[in-house]
């Protein structure tokens, strides 16, 4: 379990984070979002002890970072990919890794077997794609065997099939009862791997809530219904106090109004309908909404931020 | 905790830090696991012989031709003429490493990985430093050693020398101290500086320009800081006898060279602990 609280960072005069707090739970996957510059990459380096906060603290299963004796065995942490030597082989940066943890040759051979780096194991880690440096700095987060995982933007670089593979990777974590913590501007791909959102902007905490609560609240519900008579049902839909869009010649997008009282409208009025179909809102969507205002206003209010 | 966190936690694994011996063979696999590193200690050593061979032979060939001065200093101390010849290229090397051992850690990135591992952080450092060190001491040593039994031979012609001689043996072994000690220097400096090229500018600087500089300063206060400068009083450990004007003895140059290393690791590790990473 990841606790952070009140956390504070500044930078010069910018503030990065400002009052912070959250708890991320085990046993699920938990997305951290917030618009570039809202402070995820930060806030993760606070967690890791790699900056000092300047109020607050974070700290992992109730213990700083800094605390842990051998923390690569509680916490393993993806920040960049290219955290390498470029003249040293995957096999050699991971030995090193291990080494210092007291984890010896064998866990380093079975985590590359784990990330499909074994056959380039003794290559020069600097001829790596990106999506091969994505999968050791994977390979050093998973060293440890540890029931903590902090991932800063593990999808950045994979191809099609290393996102699946990472998204059944963090959703397997998780199962087996982990805290999984990871930051992705990918939202499809949050949509279908995070149970649970912390989403931040300017620092500051927008929403702690889960995925599906999210998205209802920021995209909404709408229904789609297709009808040949579409300017009558709308009229009648308007009339019961929905929210109605035209949104093709036949089509309608109706929000504030559940399924079955559309239906219901329509039989009443004799209305034939072709399709009628809930649609759930995008991630993307309730995203945008709702860190609207911290992108739209994000330069003046960095300022008044940053005054305080 | 909740039960299923405890299912996938190894409790005993988590209570001990590694200790020192984990970090000393963690830093051993990254200093001989980059090629670049253990090539230049090879080439160093080859180079040192052959520029030892070079400037002997160059200095015996023209013994009738030199200064009377010269012959005198060569002639009052063989050895460290033997050992010097060579050693400005090697300590050069030294330094360069030295830095590039921390530096290149915050270049790539890799310094994250390793604080990450060690979040204390001093521990880290104080083990790279150890293992360098080491390493430095051994080919330091045999670098050394070689340039003797190479140039000895050659400046017998004209000045007796041999390794049982008053203050040759440990001339000889204190010249892989001295660029042991010198490693660790650079080390520091490289620390807190964290960048490469600076890192460099600054070891070399302190190394090559200040001395000759304190030169230009009158008189004897003059003469005490330039004996004092941290390679100038280092080097003394590698003269067979003390030569004229000298403010120390060898081994109390090692130290003051010894003492100006420490207060740069002590600055190292304190911003180390200080600074974001």
Known sequence: MIEVRNLTKRYGGKTAVEDLSFTVEPGRVTGFLGPNGAGKSTTMRLLLGLDRPDGGDAVIDGRRYRDLPRPMRVVGALLEARAFHPGRSAYDHLLCLAQSQGLGRRRVEEVLEQVGLADAARRRAGGFSLGMAQRLGIAAALLGDPRVLILDEPLNGLDPEGIVWIRNLMKGLAAEGRTVFVSSHLMNEMAVTADHLIVIGRGRLVADCSTEEFIERGAGRVIVVRTPDRDRLAALLRAEGAVVTETDADELEVAGLQAPRVSELAAAAGLVLHELAPRRGSLEDAFMESTKDLVEHGADATATGGAK | ?????????????????????????????????????????????????????????????????????????????????????????????????????????????????????????????????????????????????????????????????????????????????????????????????????????????LVLVIAPMANLLPGDAGRYVRGSLPTEAGRLITQQHPAEGDVLGPWQGLGVMALWTAVLLVVAAVLLRRRDA
């Open chain 2, 1 to 205: 905790m909740t039960a299923t966190t405890a299912a996938v936690s190894a409790p005993a694994a988590e209570t001990r830090a590694a200790g020192f011996g984990a970090l000393l063979l963690s830093e051993w696999t990254k200093i001989r696991s980059v090629r670049s590193t253990l090539w230049s200690l090879v080439l160093l050593f080859a180079l040192t012989q052959l520029f030892t061979v070079l400037f002997i032979q160059m200095g015996v060939a023209n013994w009738d031709k030199a200064e009377p001065a010269q012959r005198a200093a060569i002639t009052l101390d063989p050895t460290g003429t033997i050992l010097g010849s060579g050693i400005l290229l090697s300590q050069l090397a030294i330094c360069v490493l030295g830095v590039l051992v921390v530096t290149a850690e915050y270049s790539t990135g890799m310094i994250r990985a390793s604080l990450l591992a060690v979040p204390t952080r001093v521990p880290m450092l104080a083990a790279k430093g150890a293992v360098f060190a080491s390493l430095v001491l051994v080919v330091g040593e045999l670098t050394a050693l070689c340039s003797f039994l190479i140039g000895a031979p050659i400046i017998r012609q004209k000045v007796p020398v041999g390794l049982g001689d008053p203050g040759v043996l440990r001339a000889v072994l204190g010249c892989g101290l001295y660029l042991a000690v010198l490693s660790l220097f650079a080390l520091a400096v490289g620390a807190i500086v964290r960048h490469t090229a600076a890192g460099i500018t600054v070891v070399i600087g």
